[in-house]
């Protein structure tokens, strides 16, 4: 038998079970990985929107990434909210000689409620945890945090923010437009290279988490050794899927989230 792909996910805990570590943890399970989690904060947060963020202590943060690193070693890493630029630096230097498969989500704000990102948390990122990462997947809104620039409204923006953030140190950037008008589509630029990966709009109320469902999607790709390319493009098609899927759960009065085991769980 051949060992099972490993991923560790650094994220806050929703409660609600549709964002943060605890869609990580299912999207890694859609994909046949085991997965483990380090927490960042704990939020209060429904499908209705997030209520109140509480970030853990910086070093309790390093210790749980230690732990696993000494013991389990990930074939790849998913970074999602960190919260403050303390727990940044922490994660960063937890990581140490981290694997090469470092997705960064870089969560900043949720679509409904309050922030989940202290102030500084944006220089944080571009100096500690940009430069570890394989790919970086900031959203419109947060690309344009990131680069301190206007919020993009076409691809040309888009791809103007991903070079931004390659010059601020970035290997790869997937600026994802799936909040823009029109079918959804993505950018992704690297050196050298930008590719368009389009999209089908799925109508459904049902999107809560899916920037941490498709960023642990693409981790998980990597770790199972897929070329970066064909590990977007997988997620993608799975993340579809998933929002498609996601009438059979009707979870929540709010955005619910998506079906991480529409494909496991078939007509259940």
Same mark, same amino acid.
């Given at each position: 038998m051949s060992e099972i792909p490993k991923l560790l996910a650094i994220a806050g805990s929703d409660p609600s079970g549709g964002a943060g570590a605890q869609a990580d943890l299912k999207t890694f399970s859609a994909f046949r990985c085991y997965g483990m989690a380090a927490i960042t904060a704990l939020t209060a947060q429904n499908t209705r929107g997030v209520v109140a963020a509480y970030p853990l202590a910086a /070093?309790? =943060?390093?210790?749980?990434?230690?732990?696993?690193?000494? /013991?389990?070693?990930?074939?790849?890493?998913?970074? $999602?909210?960190? @919260? +403050?630029?303390?727990?940044?630096?922490?994660? %960063?230097?937890?990581?140490g000689d981290a694997p090469r498969n470092v997705v960064l989500d870089p969560v900043l704000v949720?679509?409904?409620g309050v922030s989940l990102a202290a102030a500084g948390?944006?220089?944080?990122?571009? =100096?500690?945890?940009?430069?570890? @990462?394989?790919?970086? +997947?900031? *959203?419109?809104?947060?690309?344009?945090?990131? +680069?301190?620039?206007?919020?993009?409204? *076409?691809?040309? /923006?888009? +791809?103007a923010q991903g070079r931004l953030l390659i010059e601020a140190g970035a290997r %790869?950037?997937?600026?994802?437009?799936g909040d823009l008008a029109g079918d959804p589509v993505d950018v992704l630029v690297a050196e050298g290279e930008t590719r368009l990966f389009h999209g089908r709009r799925i109508e459904t109320r049902h999107t809560h988490g899916t920037g941490c469902a498709l960023s642990s999607a693409i981790?998980? $790709?990597? @770790?199972?050794? %897929?070329?970066?390319?064909?590990?977007?493009?997988a997620a993608k098609v799975w993340l579809e899927g998933a929002l498609e899927a996601a009438e059979a759960l009707d979870l929540g009065? $709010?955005? $619910?989230?998506?079906h991480h085991?529409?494909?496991?769980?078939g007509g259940a």
């Open positions: /070093d309790i =943060v390093a210790a749980q990434i230690s732990a696993v690193m000494s /013991d389990i070693r990930p074939d790849a890493i998913k970074i $999602g909210m960190v @919260a +403050t630029p303390e727990i940044a630096a922490a994660v %960063a230097a937890a990581l949720p679509t409904q948390l944006e220089r944080a990122l571009l =100096v500690t945890l940009l430069p570890l @990462a394989r790919l970086v +997947t900031p *959203n419109v809104f947060e690309a344009a945090a990131l +680069t301190e620039t206007p919020q993009a409204r *076409n691809v040309a /923006d888009m +791809t %790869a950037v997937l600026v994802k437009g981790a998980a $790709g990597l @770790a199972k050794g %897929a070329p970066l390319i064909d590990a977007i493009a009065a $709010g955005r $619910g989230p998506p085991f529409y494909a496991l769980w």
